[in-house]
């Protein structure tokens, strides 16, 4: 499909964001971009360049929203499943990243409507929030979701780690397996019960994720599907990062923490990942 045949209209209100429409598409595809927050209109482009409607969401730090990803209610996510079966898709995608990776998983934990999620990055686990709530305030740690006003059980952080940096930059990912030891009953509690997902699952991970250790939260995922008879694709490079470049993608790297991984890397598990995502719409 040309793109002379896409219509982008931004929206506000209930469902903030960017939305490229294809006519009569009966598959829609909801892009949740990470912590950064932005709106990733390039890569919902990707996605409306196949003949789909894609939305790409902007879920906090926006006129009316929670400033950071804290007590983010998940109701967020079903007002925009809501918009793309009111366009009259017939078939649900998500696609998210990182926090938006965590954010598309417990969406179709709570969502039978979504029928397929791909989970860039992701966690087996809920973490706190990253920067403030409604009150402006970040501290105390509270959890990043919410579902009908109550939060989530989260991994709570432990200011005492060790920091160590990869490239001259801060890799959290020790800070992240720290937690998941130091917390390990809060863990279990906070686990995202990925066993209930009926829709078809995608995970792509990078083994030298240097943020969080997203290869091992996606082969915990996989066994805990595997358990209950539901299999799970996962799609990943040993070299690759945190950062995914899909194809024609050029996302610049972090500049406040370290990602992990190089450009040939990342960009050759977007190109893998590229091909299992597609499958999904």
């Not at 649900?92 to 397929?116: C, F, M, N, Q, W």
């Not at 919410?146 to 959290?172: A, E, I, M, Q, R």
């Amino acid at each position: 499909m040309s793109e002379r045949e896409i219509t982008q209209e931004i929206l506000s209100g209930g469902v903030a964001g960017a939305l490229l429409r294809c006519a009569e598409a009966t598959t829609g595809v909801v892009v949740l971009s990470g912590s950064s927050g932005r709106v990733d209109v390039a890569r919902a482009r990707l996605f409306a360049n196949q003949g789909v409607s894609a939305l790409a969401l902007q879920w906090f730090g926006g006129e009316g929203q929670v400033p950071g990803i804290c007590e983010i209610p998940l109701e967020t996510f079903f007002a925009a499943t809501d918009c793309l079966v009111g366009l009259g898709c017939r078939r649900i995608v998500y696609v998210g990243t990182s926090k938006g990776a965590e954010a598309a998983l417990l969406a179709a934990v709570h969502d039978p409507r979504i029928d397929g999620v791909a989970a860039i990055s992701p966690t087996s686990v809920v973490w706190g929030n990253i920067g403030p709530g409604r009150d402006g305030i970040s501290w105390p740690e509270r959890s990043s979701w919410t579902l009908k006003g109550v939060p989530l059980p989260f991994v709570p952080t432990d200011p005492n780690w060790k920091v160590s940096h990869v490239d001259g930059l801060v890799s959290y990912r020790g800070l992240f397996e720290h937690c998941l030891a130091s917390f390990k009953q809060d863990a279990d509690r906070a686990a995202i019960p990925v066993e209930v997902i009926s829709a078809k699952i995608v995970l792509v991970a990078g083994g030298d994720d240097a943020l969080w250790p997203s290869l091992d939260f996606a082969r915990s995922i996989v066994r805990r599907r595997e358990d209950v008879g539901k299999l799970t694709r996962l799609v990943s490079d040993p070299d690759a990062g945190h950062r995914l470049l899909l194809p024609g993608e050029t996302t610049p790297r972090s500049a406040s923490h370290a990602h992990g991984g190089n450009d040939d890397a990342d960009a050759r598990l977007g190109r893998e990942a590229w091909e299992a995502i597609k499958e999904l719409l």
